[in-house]
């Protein structure tokens, strides 16, 4: 008989994750919206963010800070398992179960003390940062309140030995997920990305990019504005030209073009092999404002 457990009164079935080549893929809605910090420090300023219709406000607590981009490895582990369970005619469920070595795999790292204690310092953060959104509700002036992680809790024998963790997802995420249109495969490399901002731009470009020959772009303000961050306008511009020199997104070109108005924009494309595509790249380029 498979594991139950009442969870919210609710009963509900244990989906055990599984190991091997999986794609990683993730959450439109997570991808185009400020839900997570940017920074490794503690953050406990909240993010209040409204554009249009959608409204997203997310708190931190004193004792563990803001769930971060990296931490959000961890729900871009989930979604990939249940994606590939799904179609593959298995029953998922918003209760997991699943070893810390086979999320550490996924997420591209090593198995040491110090990466399982980053693990479960990762889950307290998802588990006690609080998000409020209008997203995906049916009214604007209606907002779902959710944590990223409901609970979580580590298995032990009777020996005390660990046998792996327990992790209960919100309805909200869960409901995403299933939904084919809001889940987006992402490039293994992503998980390489060392800066938080870079994690971010990857996340957005990915999802409004796509595979568009010609990309897309945004004003620099408007990024600003959506990436959430407690960087001033002028230092997280500073730290874009950064970005856009080293040119880290894998699969996308970056760069900053200068509009006859003024207004600086970052575009982004999918990188081409095409000979014509890659020409006109490279004409638009000559737009790029000098770095």
Not at 64 to 89: E, Y
Not at 153 to 170: N, Q
Not at 267 to 275: C, G, K, M, R, S
Request: aromatic share 10%; glycine share 6%; hydrophobic share 45%.
């Amino acid at each position: 008989m498979p594991a139950r457990r009442i969870v919210d009164n609710r009963q509900l079935e244990l989906f055990r994750a599984r190991s091997g080549d999986i794609a990683p893929r993730d959450a439109q809605d997570l991808m185009s919206w400020p839900f997570f910090a940017l920074g490794k420090s503690r953050r406990i300023a909240p993010i209040d963010f409204r554009m249009g219709a959608v409204s997203i406000r997310v708190e931190a607590t004193v004792e563990h800070g803001m769930a971060t981009i990296w931490d959000a490895d961890v729900l871009i582990w989930a979604a990939s398992q249940i994606v590939d369970a799904r179609d593959r005619g298995l029953v998922t469920s918003r209760l997991m179960s699943a070893t810390p070595y086979e999320i550490l795999a996924f997420i591209g790292r090593d198995d040491s003390i110090r990466s399982y204690a980053r693990l479960k310092a990762a889950l307290d953060r998802l588990q006690s940062t609080s998000v409020a959104t209008s997203i995906r509700q049916p009214s604007e002036r209606r907002r779902h309140r959710f944590s990223w992680i409901n609970e979580w809790r580590e298995r032990l024998d009777a020996a005390g030995r660990p046998l792996g963790l327990e992790l209960v997802l919100p309805d909200w995420f869960y409901a995403g997920v299933l939904d084919d249109a809001l889940v987006l495969t992402i490039d293994r490399d992503y998980f390489g990305l060392t800066g938080g901002l870079e994690r971010w731009l990857y996340r957005l470009v990915r999802k409004h990019g796509g595979r568009q020959q010609w990309g897309w772009s945004f004003d620099v303000p408007h990024l600003h504005l959506k990436s959430g961050s407690l960087s001033p306008l002028k230092h997280f511009t500073y730290d874009l030209r950064a970005i856009v020199r080293r040119q880290p997104l894998p699969g996308y070109h970056l760069a900053l073009v200068c509009d006859p108005d003024g207004r600086v924009r970052l575009t982004f494309h999918p990188l081409v092999t095409d000979p014509l595509s890659a020409s006109a790249l490279r004409a638009l380029r000559r737009w790029t404002v000098g770095l």
